[in-house]
């Protein structure tokens, strides 16, 4: 693992106190938009103000638990980074459809359901490792980010269903977003630490300065108590056998959500990220679904990891787990004080749209520099391209789906970013039919070129997903392998008096890239430490164990072994 240049405090270096809670606090300005989520569905089960309140602290106090679990990482739960939890309009189908079947109580049995689909769909991911591969990743950080940039442009242009931004709406946000970044990009220091927070501050002061926030809206801060204690199962807890399906499908949902939120962490923290790690992955989703078991209890609603949150923290130097600790402690604080979560709830749409969009930007192009880090094949471009067409058209086209689909399907199909993973997954899957894990193909080492080779390889690489520089790596130290071979004579003749040919066999897996070379003939000398002047000049075989131990240099591990069949020659390459 390796410190990236653009973080300032890394996993366990602690931030000074008061730098903390600065951050700490950005963190909560930037998930204060997901607050909202709280409210409009409290009004669209006709709540009363104070039920509303309590539905947004039990939320609160449920995020607050499981930025706890992923920092704890012990017992087999937590990932063990920084990934702070929010809520999600996306979990509303299922909900409702609970509701509709067994009353306000039995929404709670659902997110009940959907925790623990949570943690069984996490085992299920890491049995299917194999299919959860580093494009798969890609994909899914990738829909993430643009999910959040689709979402923070809908803040700006259209904040409700009927209402369009007004021009002070958009000063407001090109002023946040302005201050966003000229924050990140042109300074450093505490300034590029702080920007997210310097460009929200700049939102709500011009807000405040405009007369944006209405004053309707200050006195509901006004009226707001001060001090009010969540109150766990204040609406009750029941059970409905019908909404358990719809419920498990939210739990996939949420799963694949948290699948790309824990990669962007993983990403954003080690410079030298190669792969997913599935274990890690496993973890950080039980502890999904440990809080939303404790969320249903205190009844709030089901919650994921952050994409955004993730991407704020690398985005402006700190991925700290400390962090996870200050985070907690104010969430757990605000969720007993109903007057901050109302100012929290009537933050303007325009401000949160710009920070939104600003942190898209990195979220989104992460996932593509994942993807592009390895080679595709035909099967893995039409895996990824479905996947990356269906997540970026699913928002627009909702309603179109909806309108084409059978009332039964609409609560299984609710997410841009599940369903695009869930597609490239599925279609990964389907296209492992006849992929093989090693291949082997014949060469005529006197008329065979290092085109012919780099071809077979490359080809290679594309089918099983592999770094192009470690292509090149096996590229490169495979034909030296050829040239000493027939350059020292090393291969055996025919009866026509011809060298005979060389068997090429790659193999791959998780970590390594192998290249078998089977041949008749001697076998190569590969020689731990270069020969000495002396040997050079008194041995024959001084340039023959030369050419072996340069050999040796080039791959991660070389062995030679002679059999019956003939000599086999493996060269191993770490991925």
């Known amino acids: 693992m390796k410190r990236p240049e653009n973080i300032r405090y890394w996993l366990d270096e602690h931030p000074p106190a008061h730098i903390s809670m600065v951050l700490a606090i950005q963190q909560l300005s930037f998930l204060g938009v997901y607050l909202v989520v709280s409210p409009i569905f409290a009004r669209s089960l ?26 704890m990482q012990r017992f087999g739960i937590g990932s063990g980074y920084f990934c702070p939890l929010q809520a999600t309009s996306s979990t509303f189908g299922a909900l409702v459809l609970a509701k509709s079947l067994g009353g306000i109580a039995s929404m709670f049995g659902a997110v009940t359901v959907v925790g623990l689909s949570q943690i069984i769909f996490a085992q299920i991911f890491f049995r299917l490792r194999s299919i959860f591969t580093i494009q798969i990743a890609g994909i899914a950080v990738m829909l993430i980010g643009l999910g959040l940039g689709h979402s923070g442009l809908k803040l700006i242009v259209q904040p409700e269903v009927d209402q369009y931004a007004t021009n002070n709406d958009l ?85 694949l959500h948290g699948f790309g939120a824990l990669i962007a962490a993983q990403r954003f923290s080690d410079a030298d990220w190669k792969r997913p790690e599935i274990l890690v992955i496993r973890q950080g989703i039980v502890a999904e679904g440990i809080t939303n078991l404790f969320s249903s209890v205190m009844n709030g609603l089901p919650i994921t990891s952050s994409g955004g949150g993730v991407t704020l923290a690398a985005t402006t130097g700190c991925t700290s787990r400390s962090l996870a600790y200050w985070l907690a402690g104010i969430m757990t604080i605000i969720a007993f004080m109903p007057k901050v979560i109302v100012f929290l709830e009537i933050l303007p749409p325009s401000v949160m749209g710009a920070a939104m969009m600003f942190l898209a930007c990195f979220t989104a192009m992460t996932g593509l520099q994942i993807v592009s880090s390895r080679l595709l094949d035909s099967r893995k471009i039409i895996a990824i391209g479905f996947g990356l067409m269906v997540g970026i058209s699913f928002e627009p086209l909702r309603e179109l789906i ?16 599940g369903f695009g993973v869930f597609v490239a997954v599925a279609l990964s899957a389907i296209f492992r039919i006849g992929d093989h894990t090693r291949l082997r193909r014949r060469f005529d080492a006197h008329r065979s070129s290092i085109d012919d080779v780099s071809a077979f390889l490359i080809d290679q690489g594309k089918a099983w997903g592999a770094r192009p520089e470690i292509v090149r790596k096996a590229e490169y130290a495979t034909w030296q392998a050829f040239e ?57 075989d001084g340039v023959l164990q030369m050419a072996g131990y340069l050999l040796r240099r080039l791959a991660d591990s070389v062995s030679i072994r002679d059999t019956s069949e003939g000599c086999i020659l493996k060269l191993v390459f770490s991925d």
């Not at 006709?46 to 920092?71: E, K, M, P």
């Not at 702080?194 to 309707?216: E, N, P, Y």
Request: hydrophobic residues 50%; proline residues 5%.
């Open 46 to 71: 006709q709540l009363n103000h104070d039920q509303s309140i309590q539905l947004i602290a039990s939320t609160l106090l449920a995020s607050a638990f499981g930025v706890l679990l992923q920092r």
């Open 171 to 255: 000063l407001i946000s090109l002023l946040t977003l302005s201050s966003m970044i000229v924050c990140n990009v042109w300074s450093s220091g505490l300034l590029k630490l702080f920007s997210a927070f310097i460009g929200l501050v700049t939102g709500i002061t011009c807000s405040i300065l405009l007369g944006v926030i209405s004053v309707h809206e200050w006195d509901l801060v006004a009226q707001a108590p001060l001090f009010m204690p969540p109150q766990p199962l204040h609406l009750g807890w029941d059970f409905s056998w019908d909404s358990v399906l719809p419920a498990m499908v939210t739990g996939l949902f949420l799963a």
């Open 402 to 417: 909806y309108h084409h689909i059978p009332d039964s399907m609409k609560h299984f199909i609710f997410s841009g970013v």
């Open 484 to 540: 000493i071979l027939t350059e020292h004579d090393l291969l055996a003749t025919t009866k026509d008096g011809q060298q005979a040919e060389l068997e090429l066999e790659t193999i791959f897996n998780e970590f390594t890239f192998s290249v078998v070379i089977r041949y008749q003939g001697q076998s190569v000398p590969l020689a731990m430490q270069p020969p000495t002047h002396e040997e050079f000049l008194l041995n024959d």
